[in-house]
């Protein structure tokens, strides 16, 4: 009977180790099922909230200044319309050239195909034939009904966030307060504190993304100018956005200066192509390695791991977009484990230090 005891007794403390992983691992499953179900929902609300924290300080200051807040609210979402909008009129411009100024680079695109037919000959896998397999899917109509499908699809999550934004904004100042009210015990501080902690985080991450975004962006187009590259300012744009993607944004934001200057030409040289290979490679590396986390880490103290993490799970959650607020989003994660005592350990792990 004791030996069925003992025996009892270690299932039972088996079944209470594995029964906490089970539960996380299925209330991760539902929510992940959830978000990506409701992305039309979770998405423009999650933007809508990184917008509120972004967008409240300029409010709240024009409203320091005597000037009413619904006013306010509405002059500022007009000023980040407007530059979003330029932002997106240049782009679309710069893009229509460069389609326009597609027909000079082809001749340089058939010296190219002509070269690595040459390697074929000892590359078996390489022979034109693979090659025209491989882009037989490639149809540029495809193309431009895809493009137009993003395009509708990113409109709506634009109108959908600026609906959430117009009642998040009124009410965010007053948030606090009825926080207090709602938990008037030793809660109530304690959650303010972290609804306050996590905008701080937000508005510094977005803050200092931008710093450093801005400076990639100089970075790219100073040597396309330097090198007479087309499009050099709308490659520094490119180069900008790309810049809130995190590892994979700064290789990205290399590869159509370079493609561009071994097709243009008058640049047709190798050698130009690697110096500016070169040169843009080292300014990704000082803003990746040196500029980013000198201003980053005083603003969000997320471990590069974590932020790969984030990476690749928003993106598969949410696509695009996924990516330019996953490490936002993961900050948000981190400070709210960190005010929670039985997630501090969570906390501690995605951190970049090990005190937080």
């Not at 009892?8 to 088996?14: I, L, M, V, W």
């Not at 981190?334 to 501690?348: A, E, R």
Request: overall charge positive; hydrophobic content about 55%.
């Amino acid at each position: 009977m004791r030996s069925i005891s003992i025996r009892q007794n270690r299932e039972s403390a088996a079944i209470n180790r594995v029964l906490p992983t089970f539960l996380f691992l299925s209330l991760t499953l539902i929510i992940g099922w959830f978000l990506m179900t409701l992305k039309f929902i979770f998405l423009p609300l999650l933007l809508a909230l990184f917008g509120t924290f972004l967008l409240s300080p300029p409010v709240e200051w024009l409203h320091r200044h005597r000037l009413p807040r619904p006013v306010g609210i509405v002059v500022t979402l007009a000023t980040a319309l407007a530059l979003i909008w330029l932002g997106w009129r240049y782009l679309s411009v710069s893009f229509i050239a460069f389609y326009d100024g597609f027909p000079k680079y082809e001749e340089r695109a058939q010296d190219l195909l002509n070269q690595a037919r040459a390697i074929t000959n000892n590359f078996y896998f390489l022979t034109p034939e693979h090659l025209k397999s491989a882009l037989s899917d490639f149809s540029i109509s495809n193309l431009a009904g895809n493009t137009l499908n993003s395009l509708i699809t990113i409109i709506g999550y634009i109108l959908v966030t600026l609906i959430f934004l117009l009642h998040f904004l009124p009410a965010y100042p007053t948030i606090p307060d009825k926080i207090k009210k709602a938990f008037p015990d030793q809660r109530g501080p304690l959650l303010c504190r972290a609804f306050k902690g996590i905008g701080h985080q937000v508005q510094g991450y977005i803050w200092a993304k931008m710093f450093t975004s801005l400076f990639t962006g100089l970075g790219v187009a100073l040597p396309c100018l330097l090198f007479g590259v087309d499009f050099a300012l709308t490659w520094g744009v490119f180069a900008a956005v790309l810049n809130f993607i995190p590892t994979v944004g700064a290789f990205l934001s290399v590869l159509p200066p370079v493609a561009i200057s071994l097709l243009q030409p008058e640049l047709a040289s190798l050698s130009t192509s690697l110096w500016l290979t070169a040169f843009l490679t080292v300014i990704m590396l000082l803003t990746g390695n040196v500029l980013e986390p000198l201003i980053l880490g005083q603003s969000v103290n997320l471990s590069p791991t974590a932020s790969l993490i984030a990476f690749f799970l928003w993106g598969w959650l949410w696509g695009p977009i996924g990516l330019l607020i996953a490490v936002p989003a993961m900050a948000m994660v981190k400070f709210t484990c960190d005010n929670i005592d039985s997630l501090q350990p969570v906390g501690v792990m995605l951190s970049s230090k090990a005190e937080t």
